[in-house]
């Protein structure tokens, strides 16, 4: 499980009210990537790191943002939530080669 | 553009009969090819990559650059193997393309019934 843990691992918010979520690793894997898994869309990347504060847009990034402080942490901010981001989120991350390692999860239910 | 296509959105299969699960990719160049599995209530993980044309779990998966295809199949299905399986490309970086970035279809929920 290349050591990722997600949290929260369930969470309820309303529209309008900023979220975050945190992606911990202990495998100082320089790579971290956040993904959306949706019905009928599979998962899709929201953003990702190629290292301390270097981060991108991924294909689905409007209404997130993310910030990397350290090697181990990458977070996701929702500035402010709508009903079109519940979703269950994905944090994964490669320390450089072919494989990617995700978390477990966050389910985020936005009413 | 990278494309990663999954046709079926679900297949069901009984036990012991053969499963193929179809991909289908778009890219010029020459692309890394992954097939991940999410059983139930557990996290994504890598079940094969085509570099490797290994056997995991009794499935294999050949890249056919003629068809652009990377079917994953097994001859006997089994119940554990029922699962949401997705198909993933990775550009080289030569390409100009985002490190480590992989390209997800849509997945294909398997259902092997008894």
């Known amino acids: 499980d290349a050591g990722i843990t997600q949290s929260p691992r369930h969470k309820v918010t309303e529209t309008g009210t900023p979220v975050t979520l945190r992606c911990h690793q202990t495998?100082?894997?320089?790579?971290m990537y956040w993904y959306r898994q949706d019905p009928g869309h599979g998962l899709r990347l929201i953003h990702y790191s190629y290292g301390v504060k270097d981060t991108d847009k991924g294909e689905v990034s409007d209404g997130y943002s993310v910030s990397r402080s350290k090697t181990e942490d990458f977070l996701l901010t929702l500035e402010s939530a709508t009903s079109s981001q519940t979703s269950v989120y994905f944090c994964?991350?490669?320390?450089?080669?072919?494989?990617?390692?995700f978390g477990p999860g966050t389910r985020l239910t936005v009413l | 553009a990278q494309r990663v296509t999954q046709p079926e959105k679900l297949l069901s299969v009984f036990k012991g009969a053969p499963v193929e699960l179809k991909c289908n990719y778009s890219y010029s160049g020459s692309p890394e090819l992954f097939w991940y599995v999410q059983y139930s209530r557990q996290r994504l993980q890598l079940l094969l990559r085509h570099i490797s044309r290994e056997s995991i779990k009794g499935f294999t998966a050949d890249l056919n650059k003629g068809e652009t295809s990377f079917h994953l199949k097994k001859p006997f299905a089994q119940e554990e193997d029922s699962a949401m399986y997705y198909c993933?490309?990775?550009?080289?970086?030569?390409?100009?393309?985002?490190?480590?970035?992989?390209?997800f279809g849509r997945g294909t929920q398997l259902t092997v019934w008894p």
């Open positions: 993933a490309l990775k550009a080289p970086r030569n390409r100009g393309s985002t490190l480590g970035r992989l390209y």
């Open positions: 495998e100082n894997h320089r790579y």
């Open positions: 994964a991350t490669t320390g450089g080669t072919d494989t990617q390692y």
